[in-house]
């Protein structure tokens, strides 16, 4: 239902963060013993049989149609954009545009991080391919853990908002990337992920506070302008990361990690504008005057805006 979209969009989004560990822990091992070239034909397999199952045991629920009814190329993707701009009651666009600011910015900090991780960790504490997949699966496995606690109990048992828990997975993240940026022995390493363990949370918020305030035919919409702005995160924040760790490694290591405190203010401040702009919705919700509000087609639309 409606309450739970959150926690169950977070358990799906999860699934990543079990695949990723078992991923990272093999790699290390896989690519010391069997070569690099071995390791890409296991992932090209892998790939092979997960195209395989989408093929024949998925089942194609789309509605057959005539092609020449179809859209053309521009107006689909003017059409996605409408749905995140147009005028909606209240604050809802403003929140819409909003958590599409949040969502490529919460992304932008774990993608960067990740491209220069081993770089970093070999360089200031001489660790192994291998360790390295292990200390990788254990950072990857916390974020899981993190996702099904902030979700699965802040937010279906507590009913916590979205947007609180977006200020403290934002919070968190610039604490979390202050000890990285201070660490100088391995075992401080790995217990800075136990503050880390919000971030896997932050972008199954993004989706679930956009899915709450569009209609129900326009989530695929919204969702693909959603991962197009999240698509040109890495070709972004991976040259950047990269730039300032190859200028500052000598001096201090972990200066890229200051990168992800700067990105996190902003995202701290976006979810603090979506929490009041929610409470100035939930208000005007309460007036009995917008239920007869002629923009809106039936008191129905107030519970998905």
Same mark, same amino acid.
């Given at each position: 239902?409606?309450?739970?979209?959150?926690?169950?969009?977070? =358990?799906?989004?999860? /699934?990543?963060?079990?695949?990723?560990?078992?991923?990272?822990?093999?790699?290390?091992?896989?690519?010391?013993?069997?070569?690099?070239?071995?390791? =890409?034909?296991?992932?090209? !397999?892998?790939?092979?049989?997960?195209?395989?199952?989408?093929?024949?045991?998925?089942?194609?629920?789309?509605?057959?149609?005539?092609?020449?009814?179809?859209?053309?190329?521009?107006?689909?993707?003017?059409?996605?954009?409408?749905?995140?701009?147009?005028?909606?009651?209240?604050?809802?666009?403003?929140?819409?545009?909003?958590?599409?600011? #949040?969502?490529?910015?919460?992304?932008?900090?774990?993608?960067?991080?990740?491209?220069?991780?081993?770089?970093?960790?070999?360089?200031?504490?001489?660790?192994?391919?291998?360790?390295?997949?292990?200390?990788?699966?254990?950072? %990857? =496995?916390?974020?899981?853990?993190?996702?099904?606690?902030?979700?699965?109990?802040?937010?279906?048992?507590?009913? /916590?908002?979205?947007?609180?828990?977006?200020?403290?997975?934002?919070?968190?993240? /610039?604490?979390? #990337?202050?000890?990285?940026?201070?660490?100088?022995?391995?075992?401080? /390493?790995?217990?800075?992920?136990? =503050?880390?363990?919000?971030?896997?949370?932050?972008?199954?918020?993004?989706?679930?506070?956009?899915?709450?305030?569009?209609?129900?035919?326009?989530?695929?919409?919204?969702?693909?302008?959603?991962?197009?702005?999240?698509?040109?995160?890495?070709?972004?924040?991976?040259?950047?990361?990269?730039?300032?760790?190859?200028?500052?490694?000598?001096?201090?290591?972990?200066?890229?990690?200051?990168?992800?405190?700067?990105?996190?203010? &902003?995202?701290?401040?976006?979810?603090?504008?979506?929490? !009041?702009?929610?409470?100035? %919705?939930?208000?005007?919700?309460?007036? &009995?005057?917008?239920?007869?509000?002629?923009?809106?087609?039936?008191? #129905?639309?107030?519970?998905?805006?």
């Amino acid at each position: 239902n409606f309450e739970d979209r959150t926690f169950r969009l977070g =358990f799906v989004n999860s /699934m990543y963060c079990i695949a990723y560990p078992v991923g990272d822990a093999l790699s290390g091992i896989l690519t010391v013993n069997l070569g690099f070239i071995i390791v =890409f034909l296991i992932c090209v !397999s892998i790939n092979c049989v997960a195209l395989w199952i989408g093929i024949y045991f998925i089942e194609d629920t789309s509605v057959k149609y005539d092609p020449a009814s179809v859209e053309t190329f521009t107006d689909q993707i003017w059409g996605n954009v409408k749905v995140a701009i147009r005028k909606r009651p209240n604050t809802s666009r403003k929140i819409i545009l909003l958590t599409l600011v #949040a969502a490529p910015l919460v992304r932008s900090p774990l993608v960067g991080e990740y491209s220069v991780l081993y770089l970093f960790v070999r360089y200031k504490f001489g660790w192994t391919e291998t360790i390295y997949g292990y200390y990788a699966a254990f950072q %990857l =496995f916390g974020l899981f853990v993190g996702a099904i606690f902030t979700l699965g109990f802040l937010s279906k048992k507590l009913g /916590m908002e979205d947007s609180k828990l977006g200020l403290i997975a934002s919070a968190m993240d /610039m604490v979390s #990337a202050t000890l990285y940026t201070l660490v100088q022995t391995s075992w401080q /390493m790995c217990v800075v992920p136990v =503050f880390d363990v919000f971030h896997g949370a932050a972008q199954s918020i993004c989706t679930s506070i956009l899915t709450k305030h569009v209609e129900s035919n326009e989530l695929a919409k919204i969702t693909s302008v959603k991962t197009f702005l999240e698509s040109i995160v890495p070709s972004l924040a991976t040259p950047l990361y990269n730039f300032v760790y190859i200028q500052t490694f000598e001096i201090l290591p972990g200066a890229h990690y200051l990168l992800s405190v700067c990105l996190g203010l &902003p995202i701290f401040i976006i979810f603090w504008s979506i929490r !009041s702009s929610e409470a100035e %919705l939930k208000l005007a919700q309460k007036k &009995p005057s917008v239920c007869f509000d002629p923009k809106i087609e039936s008191p #129905a639309d107030l519970s998905t805006t």
